[in-house]
């Protein structure tokens, strides 16, 4: 998962960039790099390892001059936290300085890339974007937009990106739409962001969200829209709801916060825990979920595991050496709540099981007499193939578990999951979502090795 | 506000005492540091600017062999961010190494370094710590503990400090009690800290609080208790419940969780906000507020504001240069629930009233009706002379100007404070609280200048 | 200017291409990089701005494992100081991974990159070199050797390069064979270097040193001689003798330091100074040459002029802050030496003329009777267009001023050259020296913008 | 081995005291600072590990306002490589800010820091230096000038320092005299330093060397001699000029540059090395000996070994791994030069012999016929307790081997040293040098652990 912004026709749109990227620090912690355009058609570049308020400087962003920039923050994967990793890309074209953000992942970047490589295209990175700047300094379309159109023609799967040729901004989202994207008005100028969110602290004002398939095209403060991209059937990604999007976003229409909260009250009426003293969430992700089940059980709401906020900074060694398991570095329980009592401990979804296994413990070390464990959504089966960083199914622990022997592994009294109907309903009962990893329905054709880019032959270059 | 470790009998004690000074960040992130003391008595310390877990790493920790330490997380004050100014001390004076960590402020610290200063003692630092240890080594007392217990006596204020002398630590709580202080035992080896939330991180039993005037002396897995300081009138600090330490530790015999809670319901029952439609607290200090105000009043919570985990880290310039107030960055309100409401807002306390200012501006542009602003505490009206970093009183926005002049500046429809009263019935109905902040009722003389050493004259040396 | 290796069928390769780029330091300070290949073909890449001794760490050194490396550090020239330029380039193309590293200047390089772009490829650098590898990749040539050879067959100028295909190195010498190239052997493996003194370092002995229009691969410890690139005139580059090169190098089958002391016998034989007292250097380049000066003049040599030389690391403000000039913070005059005398500076070559103006003023401050400047080398009238990174003609005293208004410029009382044909006969004479910037005989055409990328359209991407 | 600087009525004294420092750092590479104290007397400090370019930045330096500094740069001893230990030291005490910067050793700080810590003083570090402090502000003496020379009075050794008493600049030379320290006019003010080669770079003239005994306060611009301290055998250093100084310094009224090559002469006088046919020296510390001895026997001169200047910097770890001996990164042999030829090779003094022998041993792969090794300085039997670091006496070569076994060690044809008499001579024929290293008639009482601060007692502070 990344998180994208577009800036054009604002000044110093470097630091507006800036602070669209640190709203979304939520959707990459990996690198975070920005371009810059100037009035000439220069553009700039400065990319970096690491949390957004520590890849740019002061230094860095004077640098970064110009009325035009684009932005990335991208997520940590396994195996390729390498700088050439990092976007937005910027390469020189024959139409000038051509750069990419891009959000989600390509099904067919691998074969693509390989017919791209025969025919001498250059790889500096093992990211599936990359193939869509080839594609279109390969195009033979007479005009920029069309150069563009045939690229994202040709490549498969999710993306919602944001793309600048000299001056002019390109924001596109596949036409099954998995990832959101919204345009927003700042003073003249105009701005594009992976979430609402980044426009609040932006300053600017939603304009309209991008619908499956929109491609436009943004250019002296105004929004121009291309012809749409070949229509498929629309499947939003549903997690991004469930867990990734920040609940003060709105994304595909919803308020992120109320459909959260909404899930909380279909877990209670659905999975009820009769008899619990208190209800409390795993703090912040499912904050709003225990709200939605205490106010429709009535069980009291409590704030049983308080979060560390400074964890999110590496940590080093020293823990491992004192087998402290991470999840209590990140959390502490309140035994003044847990002690003697039943509690019923919301969470938004259950993954490898290892961290709730921790949690569990610390909470019947607290002193609860009962837990009782309320997930609001359904067990994860499969991996995603569209941009989030699930692991492989190997990992996914209800890939091969019941729920019976999931229980029994986090040593709960009783452990229940919304169904994929239920969380559907709370979502709001459109017939548009990927479940995917829920359901295994997978909207697209998927490859065996996906996801990931295939290392094809045993030679590939790894610039470290 | 500093955090304090001490760590005696525990193999590795120097990563002990960073998980604890981990779990106690909040109590301050200008510098973090680790004495250690390995077997035959000698003491390594390594202090750096910043967050624990930027202060140290796997390397610095190596060097800290011993098991035997003392730690130290110091709150940023404006004037002295300077290396030198970090703790612990770590000196050799005739009986060994002697290490310092303290949490406080000594009142008579400018008294007593004038007259060691006229006596040819030299100081490194402008912290009022520093005069403890040169008592100590000054000290004409015969045997170890008698030297401590003489400085101890000469000194007047707040401190609750961890000492080490060789492989012995000491640990004092000045008979008022400002601080709170805790024993706990981890395997065969004891741990102090300056909150029970550290000895949860570290894997510790609590074994007692330190009450007023206690002075203990840690040695081979055993705690001494050394004839009491001479009492003085309690005065536990009631703004480390209301707002300093963590909610998940138990303080001066409290659950912190709990007291917010019923610091929330006292604001419901006397501060009622008849006709709003939603309740929602400035996170996170205020969140058991919050939900104790809905509980009591049956107001319906909600998370009308979301915080930026990410902020904790420096932040560089570009916010001033686009105007962005500060609290933008660091929260963002939720349109949704906000929109077309009656909203009441709950905080622990208030200051200058600029954040609070500020955010108030936001919930109303996010669509507010109405806004009614409920603080956890009364109006805070003088300085703290006890170690809490607050202003200046001409900083303090309700020194000078009513409640109703704050509501006006503030520019909510309704502002109202728990009285002196309400906060310490809803703190625990006791007779020995310090509430001076808020009531001028000072425990001690307070000098003119207090709270900052005094930069007497204008020759002063700085260690940048 | 720059300086290369390659490493074939060593253990740990990558440690013996950081000791050869160590000494070849003199070569570039602006960056480093190395590029090491694995036994299955993974190759790893890591570059960084700065001196090979701050370019690499131990840790950084550890992850490039293998048996293969080629390296490269880089001279620092204006404009254009950003790691995306630093060297070995390396890129996934067809047949692997494929890695360059590139000593000289290609004069055609604008209109190939021109061309390339059209044809849709991405440049990721400002630097000629760059072109080579599109080249590669586009060949349609069979085999591997075949592309490579097409490539090279393509670009025109001065190349001395290392390139490494899966497990497979290449080097080529230009067939005018401007910069110097030798390979050596080490154990049962094989290395490459821009001069001798590296093979020294890296504990290898001569196998011999590439020729004009040499184009060898080496695999698993042997040399196969390529067919030859099409035969050029040849042009060796004097002022690799002159000034560039190490003293403790020989290449173009020369000893360097021999070199340079006949040209100071030549300047002593053709240009003398009757009546001076001392004969000194501008250490350390020309220290030869005041020694041959010494020994054919009969006038005493001393040390005139002392070199601090912690002068190599970056030298921040403070100095123009106190109008020191630059020169004085690199060389000290010795008094003792130099007061009441008439004294013969020896240099190499004369650029700008501005430290040499400083110099004299110091020796003058030192009290010096007379000053006689003597120049092992011709007036310098044009710029290098063949990688020696020389200013442009504007820049270059010689090229607008005669030797008369140089002398009265610097201050001295005479002030005399060696001829061309002096100069030749002290580098051997041979019909075989590339003297351009002496001459202005270039042996290539030569365009209007070379040396430098030309930044053609106002549109460029600058990754910082 | 220290360097120290002090400044005095010049503006941006910070500045001119970098300057003075890097003229210095040839004295010591392990930490650098300064103190620099502004018009109403404010002292502040900036001290760093690493050499001077490295420690300071504009950024410190624009903290470090005023027109008064000292500053130190330190030398590398074993075992205390730690900040604490990094001078000038700056302490508070009742007359106000005082710092010091020292060069020599104290040979009676042992007693000195015990009895001082047994009356209560605390001692941040573990350098010798640090007692003059205590003593200072524990001086009863009525005026600054009185406690200054109380302290100077009670400790014994050598020492050429700076001291700072608010904007009073105190220097001293002890009265045997080992160290040099010169006094220099800068505009209208004045500046202090260990050798005058600083005063060249920071652009002031020479007023006087200081005198051993010399006690002076400056202020204001004018120097004030104090009454001189009580006389001692005057004992000068005579290994400051054969190695320690820099060549463009005068120093105990001796240019630097002129007394080596008259050592160099005494050799060849002496020591001479019939039938050779090449002299060389071991660059760059023995370049005038060679010269002299060129001269005085006819030997012609050549650079038969060329120095790598980028070994200043940290030398990472990869050439352990190679078994490269450290010698070879240093220096590269001249083949050219040796081949077939009998060689005489000149250093200034032989030490552990580890060095001589590696670079002998690359001389003979170098094809050298013969080699007669020729030392400007008698065997080294003892170590220093006056300021350089020496090893112990067993790591001395010539402690325990006569000169028949350490030439077969080096494995050269003949080995020479110059004799106490010859070298005294060639110094300038006074009966006042310190030759104790060389004849163990040390000018003071000597204790049996000196040079070094004895870690008396198991317990030690030590801050990393």
Redesign the interface.
């Known amino acids: 998962m990344c998180g994208v912004i577009g800036v054009s026709g604002v000044s ?1 749109a470097a ?2 960039a ?2 669209g990227l ?2 979304l ?1 939520h959707r990459g912690q990996e690198s975070a790099g920005i371009v810059a355009v100037d009035p ?7 990319r970096a390892m690491g ?4 890849a ?3 230094a ?2 004077k ?1 970064l001059t110009g009325d035009v920039a684009i932005g990335h923050t991208r997520y940590s994967t396994a195996g390729s936290t390498v700088l050439a990793n990092a976007q937005p890309y ?5 139409a ?4 990419l953000a891009h959000n989600g992942n390509l099904t067919n970047a691998n074969e693509l890339r390989d017919k791209l ?8 990175s093992t990211v599936d974007g990359e193939v869509i ?2 594609l279109i ?3 033979k379309a007479a005009t920029i937009d069309g150069q563009v159109r045939d690229a994202l023609e040709q490549v498969d799967g999710a993306y919602s990106l944001v793309i600048s040729v ?1 001056r002019t901004i390109y924001a596109a989202v596949d036409s099954r739409g998995f990832r959101p994207m919204v345009i927003g008005r700042l003073g003249s100028g105009l701005v594009v962001a992976s979430e609402s ?1 980044a426009l ?2 932006m ?1 600017a004002t939603v304009v309209r969200e991008l619908l499956p398939g929109d491609f436009v095209k943004i250019d002296d403060g105004k929004i121009l829209d291309l012809p749409r991209l070949a229509p498929r059937r629309v499947s939003r990604c549903v997690f991004e709801l469930v867990y990734f999007s ?3 976003s ?1 994304i595909f229409g919803e ?1 992120v ?2 459909v959260r ?1 909404e899930l909380g009250r279909q877990l209670a009426r659905h999975h009820p825990a009769p008899g619990a003293d208190v209800v409390f969430s795993v703090p ?1 992700s499912s ?2 979920m225990a ?1 939605g089940y205490s ?1 429709e059980s009535g069980i ?4 049983g595991l ?1 979060r ?3 964890v ?8 491992q ?2 087998r ?1 398991q991470k999840v ?2 990140k959390f ?6 847990i002690n003697g009592r039943s509690v019923v401990v919301i969470d938004d979804s259950l993954v490898r099981g290892t961290t709730s296994k921790g949690l569990v413990g610390m909470i019947k070390e607290a002193g609860a007499r009962e837990v009782h464990f309320r997930l609001a959504s359904p067990p994860i089966t499969g991996p995603c193939h569209y941009g989030i960083a699930t692991p492989t199914r190997e990992e996914l622990i209800a890939s091969s578990h019941s729920v019976e022997e999931i229980r029994q592994y986090l040593g709960v009294d009783t452990l229940e999951y919304l169904t994929l109907g239920e969380m559907i309903d709370g979502a709001g009962r459109r017939n548009e979502w990927c479940h995917a990893c829920f359901s295994g329905d997978y909207p697209t054709p998927v490859q065996l090795t996906l996801g990931q880019l295939r290392h094809s ?8």
């Open positions: 110093d630091r507006v800036y602070l640190y709203a620090q000439v058609g220069r553009a700039k570049l400065h949390l957004v308020s520590d740019f400087t002061e860095s962003l640098e910027l390469v020189n074209y024959h000038g300085p051509l750069s490589v025969r025919d001498g295209a250059l790889f500096v700047v080839h300094a390969r195009s000299g969110c609040d602290l300053g920040r609940p003060d709105t308020s916060n109320h909260r912040d904050n709003a709200l106010e009291k709401l409590d704030h308080i560390n906020h400074y999110g900074r590496t940590f080093i060694n020293p823990v050496a004192l402290v209590k570095i502490n329980p309140v035994r003044d709540v032959s045993p030679p590939v270059a790894i610039p470290l």
